[in-house]
């Protein structure tokens, strides 16, 4: 379960699940957008076997649902096993050398770029790029980006903020301009927030999430700073 959808296990099809999107308050063009959106996807995996390989792509869309079904990554762990200590370990060394070397996180870190750099060399943003949507192969370190429902063309355009707290570039979220909305009498709320996304908006989160891999910390969130808040307050 999750905000924009629920995975479901395929009886007797084990290899794949179905993600159902939430619609429940989307209107009907938004709908239409996001099988068009969908379809695209679908075209796209079956032409570009380096995208079929580092993203997760609809196999088929569903007759009555919004949604799709895909390939189940099923000899990967999520990205955050590799970034969070577990609360009761009682010796950190033991559990950082058996399972999660410096040599496994580096060649982890340098898959992640080369997957990265496909999905640009195809002509696209991620546009979302989080720990939460990086799978690891659990013997290989090879890298699939899941969740692409968010991913876009260059050139598409796009409606609200796309990305994750924590790993956004600083240029993907706007403030609206409160003087513009005074001086013409509108609401704050109307004004847009969407910034600008590109391939060095993934890069930017690409590198947090390499930071993290090594040191197991955030670069931004951390002890206070001098002025007493947190310095990703």
């Given at each position: ?100 070397t410096f040599k496994k996180r580096y060649q982890i ?125």
């Amino acid at each position: 379960g999750g905000l924009e959808g629920n995975i479901f296990d395929v009886e007797g099809l084990p290899t794949h699940v179905i993600k159902i999107i939430n619609d429940d308050k989307l209107t009907q063009l938004q709908k239409k957008d996001i099988y068009e959106h969908l379809k695209w996807l679908k075209d796209l995996g079956s032409r570009n076997k380096n995208i079929r390989q580092c993203m997760t792509v609809p196999k088929a869309l569903l007759d009555d649902y919004l949604g799709y079904i895909m390939i189940k990554a099923s000899e990967h762990e999520s990205l955050k096993k590799y970034i969070t200590v577990p609360e009761e370990l009682e010796q950190f060394d033991d559990w950082y050398v058996k399972h999660y070397t410096f040599k496994k996180r580096y060649q982890i870190i340098c898959n992640l770029f080369s997957s990265l750099r496909e999905i640009h060399l195809a002509g696209l943003i991620f546009t979302d790029l989080s720990p939460n949507n990086i799978m690891v192969h659990n013997k290989q370190n090879q890298i699939v980006f899941i969740d692409t429902d968010n991913t876009r063309r260059r050139s598409d355009l796009y409606h609200g903020v796309l990305g994750t707290p924590g790993y956004m570039a600083p240029e993907v979220y706007r403030k609206p301009d409160e003087e513009l909305a005074q001086k013409n009498k509108i609401g704050i709320d109307v004004l847009s927030k969407n910034g600008r996304l590109s391939s060095e908006t993934d890069i930017f989160s690409a590198a947090i999430i390499a930071f993290q891999i090594l040191t197991l910390q955030h670069p931004f969130i951390g002890d206070l700073n001098l002025c007493g808040v947190r310095a990703y307050d």
